[in-house]
């Protein structure tokens, strides 16, 4: 991938309105914001969607308490020389990271399973930290950690609308899931089946609210008055939430889901318009020390680079075969006379030389395409219906 796409002003769009000015970091701090995901994200605030980078806002009283929480030792972060990464710490989101980080050569050296502190050796001055995900972002916020990878879940719950947190990629390719509100099939609720539906059920009263079982205390909240809920109270829970209305402490759930399967089981269903956001892995930078220092923008570069070459390789193949023909020009033309065969800017066509009386003569050419991994079989059948010569494909990483 070409340096130049890193090279563009990196616009950080503030919520919770996309129409407030821009903020721009320093020239010398120049890459493209997920240039690589067209995917688009509902955010908390409605029907608004993107795909850049999230910047939001606290109050001047917050903000002024995590400067003072980021002094340890008698030493402010900013004295810090090394590089802080957090990554999750458990779990199939732990799991997942290192598999990206390996995949884009940047594998972590993790040498005693039992600290929290690795390295990756091609990463000078990068120490990793495994870390929960919601202490990642919260060590972004003090100051600890300088960049980290979270789900864009716990990113929006525990960054609390932080301006100094800013998603530099969005779209890392896993841990997709999405944040919503689930209601049992039976009872009361059996012919409910959207949020507005919901919201005006005559039941909820200042004395009886919607009970809502949920660990998301600051999207569950938000979202709710959004929605014009006016009676719900919310209950803090951090596991087998689908429980919850079947137990009788509560009427409705909040959490995420990933096939659903989990809600059918237990006799829950979501409901139109109740999905508070869609997620996914996310990479993530304190934005003072993007800012500040000149060594985490060149770290920062080149992660988002390897990752984008990665991510916009993983669903290609390249395709390889022996073709007879006159010249490169006219074997060319026979493969481009079929539509899958284009590949992402034309067949590469080169002379395959093989011995012919004691010399070496052009007996077939080698082409090679680029083909998406779903148009896979296709460009195979096409190829075999413009030469039956031997062919290869294989997967591309970076």
């Known amino acids: 991938m070409s340096l130049s796409r890193l090279q563009q002003p990196c616009y950080l769009q503030q919520c919770p309105s996309p129409l407030l000015p821009s903020i721009h970091l320093p020239c010398s ?8 995901s067209q995917r688009q994200r509902r ?9 850049v980078a999230v910047c939001c806002s606290l109050s001047q009283q917050q903000q002024q308490s995590q400067v003072l929480s980021s002094v340890t030792n008698g030493s402010t972060v900013s004295d810090r020389k090394e590089i802080r990464f957090g990554l999750p710490s458990k779990g199939r989101m732990a ?6 980080l390996k995949d884009c050569q940047l594998s972590v050296k993790h040498v005693n399973p039992r600290q929290y502190v690795a390295e990756i050796p091609q990463l000078t001055n990068l120490e990793v930290w495994f870390q929960r995900p919601k202490d990642i972002v919260r060590k972004l916020l003090s100051g600890d950690l300088d960049l980290g990878i979270v789900g864009f879940d716990t990113f929006s ?16 390719g896993y841990g997709d899931c999405h944040l919503s509100i689930a209601i049992p099939k039976y009872g009361i609720f059996e012919n409910i089946n959207s949020l507005r539906e919901l919201a005006q059920m005559p039941q909820w009263t200042s004395e009886k609210p919607l009970r809502v079982a949920t660990g998301f205390n600051h999207l569950g909240p938000k979202f709710m008055k959004d929605n014009g809920f006016k009676h719900v109270t919310f209950s803090t829970a951090d596991g087998a939430l689908e429980a919850a209305p079947a137990m009788g402490i509560a009427d409705a759930i909040l959490d995420l889901v990933s096939s659903g399967t989990t809600l059918k089981e237990n006799n829950l269903k979501e409901i139109e318009g109740g999905v508070v956001l869609e997620s996914q892995a996310v990479l993530v930078a304190r934005r003072k020390s993007l800012i500040q220092r000149e060594d985490v923008r060149g770290i920062m570069k080149e992660i988002l680079e390897r990752f984008e070459a990665h991510l916009r390789a993983v669903d290609q193949f390249t395709v390889t075969a022996n073709m007879r023909g006159s010249s490169p020009e006219e074997v060319a033309a026979r493969v481009l006379s079929q539509s899958s065969l284009s590949g992402l800017q034309g067949p590469t066509v080169s002379p395959v030389f093989c011995k012919r009386d004691g010399k070496a003569a052009p007996d077939f050419y080698a082409i090679v395409i680029c083909v998406p991994k779903k148009e896979l079989y296709e460009s195979v059948q096409q190829l075999r219906e413009v030469s039956p010569a031997h062919k290869v494909g294989s997967c591309l990483c970076f």
């Open 29 to 36: 701090f120049s890459f493209r914001v997920s240039p690589c």
């Open 43 to 51: 955010l908390p605030s409605g029907g608004h969607t993107s795909s």
């Open 95 to 100: 799991a997942d990271t290192l598999d990206l």
């Open 157 to 172: 719950e525990f960054g609390l609308g932080n301006k100094d947190l800013i998603i530099v990629h969005d779209a890392l």
